[in-house]
């Protein structure tokens, strides 16, 4: 065998058209404009401060009992309506469900003191009344996901309203464990770690801060940009890519009180699990959830464990209770349109097929 031939099946001959496409590819999503994120179909029926609640109607309505959806206070919520083909939200309408979508909004320093108390008893309560009203339902299900999950569950053991089912995506609801590396976590625990300070002196964190802090704990920060390079040859992927850069880099900012509870209750002292936690002087006890109530982890999750959410299904008092894990990780659960699917499967039964 020469020396050439043997370089050859060693090395295997570049596809130069190929790699000039894909590297003239990966030029273009980093140089142009981010993408501009097109909503479902959707209304605004009540705002409070800087919360938006969306109205989004069923493209043909087949059941009766609409959706709330609940997102994290610390992300911005189109991660869940990010486009066609791509959104949670358009899912949902596409399968008969009329949704209401609480925005949180971006806090301002004058929202400095608005605590998990006021967003949960005040924002979200009257939010659910406004949707109720404006549906003319007498139930509604709930859709809570990722910290939106843990709000929605909290939410759920305190309100009188109506709610026919509880729907809980990739929940933390044990804050002993998780993505933290071991010696932060016990940091926190122990009080080594505070943020107190931080949330005082900044009094609302700043977008950017947080931004830091999730792209230092996750891989989903890390990896896109090899994805991105290994994948340029795909129009679809490289679509999704664009918007999921666009939105992990636009992040929300954080009332500093609330910044300060969500440390100081559930990542330190892991309140929610023991039972410990005060919402507006009142004990959350989830024993108080008697609705029909859906969990579901992902296997390969890379924010939340699912031993963090697992413990929730003990912890309810509803009979009709289910919990599944399905193949993906945390946001690909949105991205793929699988959550729309999931939900469908189980609440389609439990929500008055008209």
């Not at 005040?122 to 109720?132: P, S």
């Not at 949330?199 to 891989?219: D, K, T």
């Not at 330190?268 to 982890?297: A, H, P, Q």
Request: charged residues 25%; hydrophobic residues 40%; positive net charge.
């Amino acid at each position: 065998m020469s020396p050439k031939a043997s370089v050859t099946n060693l090395i295997p001959l570049l596809d130069i058209e190929k790699e000039i496409a894909r590297w003239n590819t990966v030029y273009k999503v980093l140089t142009e404009p981010k993408p501009d994120i097109v909503s479902t179909q959707r209304e605004i029926i009540w705002k409070k401060n800087k919360s938006t609640l969306y109205y989004h109607p069923a493209k043909e309505k087949k059941y009766q009992i609409p959706i709330f959806l609940v997102y994290s206070l610390l992300n911005k919520p189109y991660i869940l309506d990010i486009g066609e083909g791509s959104s949670v939200v358009g899912g949902l309408t596409e399968r008969g469900y009329d949704v209401y979508f609480l925005d949180w909004g971006s806090p301002g320093y004058e929202d400095n003191d608005i605590t998990l108390d006021d967003y949960i008893l005040d924002y979200l309560e009257k939010g659910v009344k406004r949707a109720l009203r404006h549906s003319g339902a007498k139930e509604i299900s709930m859709i809570g996901y990722c910290l939106g999950g843990t709000i929605a569950a909290i939410f759920a053991s305190l309100t009188k309203l109506p709610i026919k089912n509880l729907v809980l995506a990739t929940v933390p609801i044990d804050f002993s464990v998780g993505i933290v590396p071991d010696k932060w976590l016990k940091g926190l625990q122990k009080g080594i770690i505070n943020f107190d300070r931080l949330s005082e002196v900044y009094g609302v964190i700043p977008s950017e801060i947080m931004y830091g802090m999730f792209r230092g704990l996750s891989p989903v920060y890390v990896s896109p940009m090899i994805n991105l390079i290994s994948r340029a040859h795909d129009a679809e992927y490289v679509k999704k890519w664009r918007q999921m850069d666009k939105w992990t880099k636009d992040s929300a900012s954080f009332s500093g009180a609330a910044f300060k509870q969500l440390f100081n209750d559930l990542y330190k002292d892991n309140k929610l699990l023991k039972g410990e936690l005060k919402i507006g002087g009142r004990k959350v006890d989830l024993k108080n959830i008697t609705c029909s109530f859906y969990v579901f982890s992902t296997s390969r999750d890379t924010l939340i464990l699912e031993e963090q959410s697992l413990p929730v299904i003990d912890m309810v008092s509803s009979k009709d209770k289910t919990y599944q894990v399905f193949e993906g990780g945390h946001v690909s659960l949105a991205l793929t349109g699988k959550f729309a699917i999931f939900a469908d499967n189980w609440l389609s039964i439990r929500s008055q097929e008209i």
